[in-house]
């Protein structure tokens, strides 16, 4: 069989496409792009959700942390220019990611194009969501940066004043159900994907499975919380 | 034992195909799912009626022939093949619904025979390695680690079966292509075509029309050879080391 095949295919073509593009083409090499930059992304929401407890030492702590935020790297950097270059990161983390996943679902769902008369819900919640979790992310990403970044959609509304546009924002209901929503689906995209990143990047093993398993939940459960922390704080009182 | 049958009948590939009932009055728990088929279609011969199509052919668990969906989840209730199901799994009176593999990959020939030659063109594109036919090599000559000599037993015990491609949702075949790679690039006798192999499998993988993975789990949770689903992320490592060597 193998000298049959090797002769009709001729071998291998002799110069293969750069290896950006084969990767890119491949169902492999897709899923690593959406490993990537979902773990960029990931790294990223871990110092947010730290940096966003600042709110719970005050409008100065959080004003001033901000403010440093933007001195970051001076004066090898411009004011401003750490920020932006994050910015820009995590702008083609997400586009990568997004369109990622839009060709390779396309790709599942034509692979399926007949179901079973005999159904049965057989995998996980968090598993089954990743894709409209996925989107009800990518839109909560757009209100977000409207309500905190540039204050469009913010009822307070002040460059340089975080503290004061977080408190404005949970005092509002749907600020509170907008959020709330979106970090249980953070939690549950993390859950399932964290593993299935460490998966697609080769680092799984039978032995390691079920402590890849627990770091993802273990991670999912602290970024929703320590996320929630702050409408919780403003609600009760605690942060106002 | 009374049972209900709900069956996938299809006539052809071009035939649209619907789910047909028919009830079997006889079945005694130690038939196993194939001869309780076997029953059936006697009956339906009796009656001049088309016996149903599938495939089978060891009937002993090792060739992987006898696929089929049973319940919603393939080779049913008992994690291994059809042919070594019991009818004792299912209850007198039960309804037992019986669906072919789902896969664009895989078409649907007849009845619950479906085309599977897509996975021979994915081990005719690297499935193989690279040595001197004739009598059987000295078992001492190329030494083999117990730690890898243990992973390509376990990874080479797949039987190409199909329930993989069959129970995950996109269709998938990363656990069948994933057992193969893993077997072959873990031995000394696959060396030779360690980057070839992975490269050109999942390049014919793709082109086949199988899904990607997702990582669902499902495709491990239905083998009846118990491939774990490290194995794909073993043929992840493998292919992105393969892509890094150009
Ligand atoms: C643009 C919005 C987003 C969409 C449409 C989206 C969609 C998806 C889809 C469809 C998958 C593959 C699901 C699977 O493996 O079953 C996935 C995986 C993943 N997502 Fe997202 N996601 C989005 C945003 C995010 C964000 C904000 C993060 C940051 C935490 C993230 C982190 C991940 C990770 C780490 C994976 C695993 C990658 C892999 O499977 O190798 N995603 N996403
Ligand atoms: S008939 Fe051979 S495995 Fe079932």
């Not at chain 2, 995950?168 to 006798?189: D, E, I, R, Y």
Request: hydrophobic letters at 40%.
């Amino acid at each position: 069989m193998a000298l049959a095949t090797r002769t009709a295919r001729g071998g291998r073509p002799e110069r293969p496409p750069p290896t950006p593009v084969r990767l890119w083409r491949s169902t492999i090499g897709k899923k690593t792009v959406m490993a990537v930059s979902g773990a960029l992304m990931l790294l990223y929401l871990v110092f947010h959700m730290l940096g966003n407890l600042k709110v719970f030492f005050g409008p100065d702590d959080m004003n001033g942390y901000a403010h440093w935020l933007r001195t970051v790297g001076e004066p090898v950097l411009h004011h401003e220019w750490f920020l932006w270059l994050a910015r820009v990161g995590l702008l083609a983390a997400v586009v990568a990611h997004g369109v990622a996943a839009y060709q390779l679902s396309r790709r599942d769902i034509a692979a399926r194009p007949v179901g079973y008369r005999h159904r049965r819900a057989r995998t996980s919640y968090a598993t089954r969501t990743m894709r409209w979790g996925g989107v009800i992310l990518a839109l909560f990403v757009v209100w977000h940066l409207l309500d905190l970044t540039t204050g469009h959609v913010n009822p307070n509304g002040e460059a340089g004043r975080p503290y004061e546009n977080v408190v404005a924002t949970f005092s509002t209901w749907y600020g509170n159900a907008i959020y709330g929503v979106a970090m249980v689906a953070v939690g549950l995209h993390v859950r399932h994907g964290f593993f299935s990143a460490a998966q697609t990047l080769g680092a799984g093993s039978v032995g390691r499975d079920r402590a890849l398993r627990l770091t993802a939940d273990a991670l999912a459960l602290v970024l929703t919380l320590g996320f929630l922390a702050v409408p919780i704080g403003v609600t009760t009182g605690i942060v106002e | 034992m009374k049972i209900t049958l709900r069956i996938w009948r299809q006539s052809g590939p071009e035939d649209r195909g619907a789910m047909r009932t028919y009830e079997l009055d006889g079945v005694t728990p130690e038939m196993s799912f194939l001869e309780m088929l076997d029953t059936l279609n006697e009956e339906l011969i009796g009656n001049g009626e088309e016996p149903v199509a599938f495939d089978h052919d060891c009937r002993e668990g090792i060739c992987g022939a006898c696929g089929m969906v049973i319940n919603g989840e393939p080779h049913g209730p008992d994690r291994t093949t059809t042919c070594q199901l019991h009818m004792r799994h299912f209850d007198d009176g039960a309804t037992v619904d019986v669906e072919p593999w789902r896969a664009a990959a895989f078409p649907v020939v007849k009845d619950l025979v479906v085309d599977r030659s897509a996975f021979d063109r994915v081990i005719g594109s690297g499935g193989y390695i690279t040595a001197p036919t004739g009598s059987a090599p000295e078992a001492h000559a190329t030494p083999v680690a117990k730690a890898a000599a243990d992973t390509a037993f376990e990874n080479a015990e797949c039987i190409g079966c199909g329930a993989c491609v069959a129970a995950c949702p996109n269709g998938s075949a990363m656990l069948f292509t994933a057992a193969k790679v893993t077997h072959l690039n873990t031995l000394p006798q696959g060396a030779p075509e360690r980057e070839s192999r992975v490269l050109d499998m999942v390049e014919t993988m793709d082109a086949e029309g199988f899904g990607g993975c997702t990582n669902t789990g499902m495709c491990t949770s239905v083998c009846p050879k118990g491939i774990p689903l490290a194995s794909i992320s073993t043929m992840n490592r493998e292919y992105l080391r393969a892509l890094r060597k150009g």
